[in-house]
């Protein structure tokens, strides 16, 4: 596609209930990258994909939070007994190779729980 | 440990020149960028500048970066309009997870 896709955009949900948030990369880029921005703060990193391995999930806050990347392209975000504190703008990014420097976002999804 | 703070609000008149201002903590960052975020809009790379540069120019805009200080700044001239947006100051070690800051808004006055 001509950039990251993320869907939905929008997902309200109730606390306790599971939800997916699914990422579209790049055609061709292998890395791919989830965020969490809450109201008034900068993103923060969550997971760091290369490929279909997770390089990097140090940023996953605890084990509700789970990613796949089962053929090294769209990605998945699954988040367990979903908290209020949850409530955040999840933000997909990819890169060709690997880059920060050439990683390019996604318009998020925006998650509210209730 | 990791982090980037900056200043959250700055207003600044049409035509002048707008200055953010950042500070970091890892002295081992490879990477340091500036990234700006539209309403609606997804995250723009703006610039990014490599740690052992103190300077890079890119049409209106303008990136020093003092590495004895950990201090970058963002210099954007003529503001216009089109420039209100939320600034974010960011960090990174290369291929893995950038560390951004709050985020500065920028409002422009007519």
């Known amino acids: 596609g001509a950039g990251v896709s993320q869907t939905p955009s929008n997902k309200v949900t109730e606390k306790g209930k599971y939800v997916e948030l699914r990422c579209d990369p790049i055609s061709g880029h292998t890395a791919l990258y989830w965020y969490r921005q809450s109201l008034g703060q900068g993103p923060e990193f969550l997971i760091y994909f290369q490929g279909t391995g997770a390089a990097d999930d140090s940023g996953l806050p605890n084990d509700r939070f789970f990613a796949v990347r089962p053929e090294g392209s769209v990605s998945t975000l699954k988040i367990q007994r979903t908290e209020r504190g949850d409530s955040a703008v999840y933000l997909c990014?990819?890169?060709?190779?690997?880059?920060?420097?050439?990683?390019?976002f996604g318009q998020g999804t925006r998650l509210t729980v209730v | 440990g990791e982090d980037v703070e900056q200043s959250l609000f700055l207003s600044v008149r049409e035509g002048d020149s707008s200055v953010i201002n950042c500070t970091y903590t890892d002295s081992s960052s490879t990477y340091l960028y500036w990234y700006k975020q539209e309403p609606g809009a997804g995250l723009q790379l703006l610039t990014y500048i490599f740690s052992n540069m103190d300077m890079k120019q890119d049409q209106r805009l303008t990136v020093l970066l003092n590495k004895k200080d950990k201090h970058l700044s963002l210099r954007i001239a003529d503001t216009q309009t089109g420039d209100s947006a939320i600034y974010f100051c960011a960090e990174s070690m290369g291929e893995d997870k950038i560390i951004f800051g709050k985020g500065t808004r920028l409002h422009i006055l007519p």
């Open positions: 990014a990819s890169s060709l190779t690997g880059g920060a420097t050439e990683a390019f």
